[in-house]
């Protein structure tokens, strides 16, 4: 079955510290994956996508076929992106996309 | 101004009622989605429409009815059948290749 896993509800790390938020999927067909953010108050957006390879607010993501992940990571947190961050699969042939249950990043002082 | 309006914002409703949550867009985006938010789960798919006139089932539809009668508008019912309705409900549009835009989303809550 096609899933999409993000493994921590909750990451707190120091403001200036790395960011890796995890996310693992599982689908038969060549994925595309995005990763999604819900800052406070404000509606969900996307972040990032993989085919366009951009670094957006300093993160970055690479999908990784062979270990099925494409983790979010940023090198030097700033208090500004603690939100709701989500990860997101789509199946191009049927339009369908399926999130992770997501993950609350807290970026402290 | 262009975008995805989801109304109202917030909506109550007595058990065995049922009410229609509104999802439009100015977007001519092809693709509507209804998700499900609750705390810890995430995001789940309710129900999606490719095209007008056209709709399949997410992972959780039971208890939801859709239609897609024109391409700006995707309503989603909350039946009776829905055992337990009171979440947070997103609708988002996608156009082909794109990426999804969302709604602000209605809070329905059971009374």
């Known amino acids: 079955a096609q899933r999409v896993t993000q493994p921590e509800k909750l990451l707190s790390v120091f403001k200036g510290a790395p960011v890796e938020l995890k996310c693992n999927y599982s689908?038969?067909?060549?994925?595309?994956l995005f990763w999604y953010v819900q800052y406070s108050r404000q509606r969900l957006q996307l972040l990032l996508r993989?085919?366009s390879r951009e670094s957006i607010k300093g993160f970055t993501a690479d999908l990784n076929k062979g270990e099925t992940s494409f983790h979010l990571k940023k090198p030097f947190a700033q208090e500004e992106d603690s939100a709701m961050y989500y990860c997101?699969?789509?199946?191009?042939?049927?339009?369908?996309?399926?999130f992770g249950s997501g993950t609350r990043l807290s970026i402290r002082p | 101004d262009g975008g995805i309006t989801q109304s109202p914002k917030y909506l109550f409703r007595k058990e065995g009622q049922n009410v229609t949550l509104s999802c439009e867009q100015n977007?001519?985006?092809?693709?509507m989605y209804w998700y499900r938010q609750d705390p810890g789960q995430g995001l789940r798919l309710i129900y999606y429409?490719?095209?007008?006139?056209?709709?399949q089932k997410g992972d959780i539809a039971e208890g939801y009815s859709v239609s897609r009668e024109k391409k700006e508008s995707f309503p989603l019912t909350v039946t009776s059948a829905q055992k337990n309705p009171t979440a947070f409900y997103l609708c988002?549009?996608?156009?082909?290749?794109?990426?999804?835009?969302f709604g602000q989303g209605t809070r329905l809550t059971v009374v």
């Open positions: 993989h085919i």
């Open positions: 977007l001519n985006h092809d693709a």
């Open positions: 429409s490719q095209i007008v006139n056209d709709f």
């Open positions: 689908y038969s067909g060549s994925p595309e």
């Open positions: 997101a699969l789509l199946y191009s042939s049927a339009s369908k996309i399926i």
């Open positions: 988002a549009s996608r156009f082909r290749d794109g990426e999804a835009f």
